[in-house]
């Protein structure tokens, strides 16, 4: 959906922001200017407070939860309030509640809903990567490929969501845009958050990168410390580093090294270690926050006995090196840098 139509719906629902608190915020009763309820996720309280008639202090329809420093607009109202995830549910929803008469509900009626999933939290990142779909003949496929990724066999942490929702900050009009979804997993595989990348539907340019032209065209969702997007199944032997486009690059020329991106320097630092794992490869980003995390793990593995290789790539990172300076010359530079009974076992495939 085009932000105009995001913006159009919310616009129309503040135009009769005291009935849609009334049918979605059910638990909720005016007093004054205001809908007093106790969440946005229609718990009973009065914390929230919701405007019904444009200010002074801001337009109708616009919230605050006083107890979490939570705030937004309709639109978020019936995401919460009905458990959705996928933008387009949300505004089919408010549809819906549009094309209805407006005649006032019974106050005290709960209006019948889907459990709800706190916005970030695992559960909404299950569902959100639930809605997506398989990369393949999708722009996620093209977008990696156009940074020089050619080998996905075994990428089913990856998805494609064609519409993902996104909001530049709390004041500004919801959006969407096609996204790379990526599942973050723990050590026994059980989905614990999700990132999002999303792309610019216009293809790849060198400016972006095939990124959306947006200010942050990366977040993350969910439980993510000590997690990580995973690539094949660890054993002795794993490879760890920051970014998911990182790791699929050095996988082109390892394609059969078990490999995890912790997607920050942050929490590469902290990746939890698999009880089988003996080498630690760790591909390091050029860069100051790389430096740290790379010494952080470093002494981390070697205090419970793994193995730690560091592995560097010669530009910024193993992407740049792939698209910059080939697949040939990443495949030689790594080579030379993993342990001697790693080649054959990990790089048959590329050899």
């Known amino acids: ?12 629902l503040a135009r009769d922001a005291e009935t849609v608190c009334r ?19 229609n718990t009973p309280g009065r914390s929230m407070f919701v405007r019904l008639k444009e200010s002074v202090k801001g337009p109708a329809g616009k919230w605050t939860d006083a107890a979490t420093g939570e705030h937004g607009d309709l639109l978020d109202v019936i995401r919460e309030s009905c458990g959705l995830v996928d933008f387009k549910d949300v505004a089919d929803e408010a549809r819906s509640f549009l094309s209805l008469p407006h005649s006032e509900p019974e106050p005290d009626r709960p209006r019948l809903r889907t459990p709800s999933a706190q916005t970030g939290s695992p559960e909404a990142a299950r569902r959100l990567f639930a809605m997506s779909q398989p990369i393949e003949r ?76 947006i200010d942050t065209p990366r977040r993350a969702m969910g439980d993510l410390l000590g997690h990580a997007v995973r690539f094949g199944v660890a054993g002795e032997v794993m490879a760890a580093g920051e970014g998911i486009e990182t790791i699929l690059s050095l996988r082109c020329v390892l394609p059969n090294m078990p490999m995890v991106a912790a997607l920050s320097a942050a929490h590469l630092s902290a990746i939890l270690f698999p009880d089988t794992l003996r080498r630690l490869y760790i591909a390091r980003d050029d860069d100051p926050a790389g430096d740290g995390a790379m010494a952080t793990l470093v002494d981390r593995a070697q205090e419970v006995g793994i193995e730690a290789i560091v592995i560097s790539p010669r530009l910024g990172d193993f992407n740049e090196d792939l698209r910059l300076l080939g697949i040939d010359a990443l495949r030689a530079a790594s080579r030379v840098q993993i342990a001697a009974q790693d080649v054959a076992r990990f790089m048959e495939l590329a050899a």
């Open 1 to 12: 959906m085009a932000r105009h139509d995001a913006s159009d719906l919310t616009n129309r």
């Open 23 to 41: 049918h979605y915020l059910s638990a909720g009763r005016r007093e004054g200017r205001y809908w007093l309820v106790g969440d946005v996720r």
């Open 138 to 213: 999708t722009l996620v496929e093209a977008y990696l490929r156009n940074r020089g990724i050619t080998f996905l066999h075994g990428t089913g942490s990856l998805r494609f969501h064609p519409r993902c929702y996104y909001r530049p900050d709390d004041h500004s009009p919801t959006e969407t845009w096609p996204a790379m979804m990526a599942a973050v997993t723990d050590l026994s595989g059980h989905l614990t958050g999700a990132h999002r990348t999303w792309l610019d539907p216009g293809g790849f340019t060198e400016a972006t990168l095939g990124k959306a032209p």
